[in-house]
């Protein structure tokens, strides 16, 4: 496995780490999730200061990992994993939720599908703006990294992806979200990546 940091811009100190995981398991979704969950191991063993045999990761599908460190749980500790395409994106946040996402850009669906489900998951002006991109090309890209940051958002919320709303905007007010600039290489670069974050601030006046 390869693991590379991913930078984003304007939250450095305050915001998430990110790190792009290579080389996970194709064939079996199930083994690149515990490779996954090994690689953020090998992270967080370097950020907390310890071993990596000290730290157990949860693995439930549909939750996020929780972090126990020599079987203390790690309640300020905040961590999202997503997958595609034999790579991970992860992210781990101090004080506050954190949600991440990367998706493959799929040009085999059709455009009005896509623009169809546009319609119904993201903001209005959201899946305006994307039905205004004349080249196909350039609209299946933005699709994919519409997606991605809608989900990282509603990760970042505990929710389940859910068709937008006017209520579940106002749910998900005070939570940051930005592209992420994945490495190049041949397997990520036909992939898109955003994160969405609280603020540590945000977090403790909800609480």
Do not use: Y
Request: proline share 3%; aromatic share 4%; net charge negative.
């Amino acid at each position: 496995m390869q693991i590379q940091p991913c930078c984003l811009d304007g939250a450095a100190g305050s915001g998430p780490q990110l790190r792009l995981v290579q080389g996970l398991d194709e064939g079996d979704r199930d083994v690149a999730r515990l490779q996954a969950r090994a690689a953020l191991a090998c992270c967080l063993a370097a950020e907390l200061g310890c071993a990596e045999a000290e730290l157990k990761i949860s693995n439930l599908r549909g939750q996020a990992p929780q972090v126990q460190l020599r079987g203390q749980l790690l309640k300020s500790l905040h961590c999202s994993i997503s997958h595609a395409q034999g790579m991970a994106l992860l992210a781990w946040h101090f004080g506050a939720a954190v949600g991440v996402d990367i998706q493959a850009v799929d040009r085999h669906v059709s455009r009005p599908e896509l623009q169809a489900v546009a319609q119904l998951f993201f903001a209005p002006e959201v899946a305006e703006a994307l039905s205004g991109i004349a080249v196909d090309a350039l609209f299946f890209e933005a699709f994919a990294q519409a997606w991605a940051v809608q989900e990282a958002r509603l990760k970042c919320a505990g929710l389940g992806l859910v068709e937008w709303s006017g209520e579940l905007e106002a749910g998900l007010a005070g939570i940051h979200s930005a592209s992420v600039p994945l490495p190049v290489s041949s397997t990520a670069v036909a992939c898109r990546a955003a994160v969405a974050w609280k603020n540590k601030a945000a977090e403790d006046s909800a609480t």
